[in-house]
């Protein structure tokens, strides 16, 4: 039963895709790709990259899949270069151990660990396999920006989006946040294609970016 699953557990096995995507970053106008690929090492590599004229966004998570279908973070990086400003962070697990690795810049500490643990990226992939599995309870724990948080998420409803390659079927997806939060999110998941994202709306530390969908490849097909 997928209910009886431990966390981080899917029944289904993951797709490589790549997309692109038309969006803004605190008002500026951006392109950005997104892209799961297996590696010949056997672990897997998501990553998101946003351009333009002003900058650069690089964010990426390796992770391993288990024999038992468990998301297993490995590395997370993430380095913005936009107006002449730059952030760089990283997130090394050492689950022998169970303790992280987070570097900004120059500073660095460890953080202890539990197993079942994201990252930003990978509790994204997890929601997106959750949905496809067909579960209601949608709460991950998260390690982001050295700091253990809970992500709960709840679905709001199905909608047909009309996008730059016709009219997907998607599903709705909020972050349950407090009401005194200064973060927002919000995602329109395809149905019919892995649930991957055809758009997106998020507001968080005084950033705010949108994604709309506007080319992709799913499991080596077409959108």
């Known amino acids: ?72 973070p490995q590395e997370y990086k993430y380095k913005r270069s936009l107006i002449g400003i730059k952030r760089t962070e990283s997130q090394i697990f050492d689950w022998p151990n169970n303790t992280v690795q987070y570097s900004k810049g120059d500073k660095k500490k460890s953080v202890a660990v539990t197993p079942g643990l994201f990252d ?13 599995s067909g579960k209601e309870i949608l709460a991950y ?33 909020e972050r349950i946040v407090d009401a005194a939060s200064n973060s927002q999110f919000t995602a329109w998941l395809a149905s019919d294609w892995d649930h991957l994202i055809v758009k997106l709306e998020q507001k968080k530390n005084g950033d705010s970016h949108q994604l709309k969908l506007r080319s992709a490849v799913v499991n080596n097909q077409t959108v």
Do not use: C
């Open 1 to 72: 039963l997928l209910g009886s699953l431990p966390l981080g557990v899917s029944a289904d096995p993951l797709s490589n895709y790549s997309a692109t995507y038309s969006a803004e970053f605190n008002g500026m106008e951006i392109e950005a790709t997104h892209k799961l690929e297996q590696l010949e090492s056997g672990q897997y590599r998501e990553t998101l990259k946003a351009r333009n004229i002003l900058g650069k966004i690089d964010e990426q998570a390796l992770f391993k899949v288990s024999d038992q279908q468990q998301i297993i």
């Open 141 to 173: 724990p998260v390690i982001s920006r050295g700091k253990l948080k809970q992500y709960e998420y709840r679905v709001v409803g199905n909608e047909v989006l009309q996008t730059a390659i016709g009219p997907l079927q998607t599903v709705r997806v």
């Open 120 to 132: 930003i990226i990978t509790h994204k992939l997890q929601l997106r396999r959750d949905l496809q």
